[in-house]
């Protein structure tokens, strides 16, 4: 599996981003995709998360109501919209794969870098 993300920039605080995950290497049915950030000088940690058949999503608290992640099933993307963006969501964010019945994501992507000035 290969996951290309891309969409991160410098943006200011107030802003909206669009990063986009193209993934491709093998047939989803009922796999997870994800959206994991890593902050400078901080772990990284799950952000959101959407099942590729039915499309049922998941988030982290900290980011309900201003991220909303969607695939598209036709494209093989997956999508997160940031909005109202803060500094604090600065980070890299990745996007990430994983089997039906894994603990652990077992596919990642590179990753796209998000500043947001204040």
């Known amino acids: 599996v290969q996951l290309q993300a891309s969409g991160g920039g410098l943006v200011q605080a107030g802003d909206s981003l669009r990063l986009s995950c193209a993934a491709s290497g093998r047939t989803f049915t009922n796999h997870i995709m994800g959206w994991f950030r890593q902050a400078p000088g901080k772990e990284r940690e799950f952000v959101a998360s959407?099942?590729?058949?039915?499309?049922?999503?998941n988030y982290a608290d900290s980011v309900k109501g201003r991220f909303t992640i969607s695939r598209d099933n036709t494209k093989k993307t997956v999508d997160l919209q940031i909005d109202t963006l803060k500094p604090e969501d600065t980070a890299v964010y990745y996007c990430?794969?994983?089997?039906?019945?894994?603990?652990?994501?077992?596919?990642w992507g590179q990753g796209t870098l998000v500043t947001v000035s204040s």
């Open positions: 959407i099942t590729w058949n039915l499309g049922t999503t």
């Open positions: 990430a794969v994983k089997r039906p019945m894994s603990r652990d994501y077992n596919w």
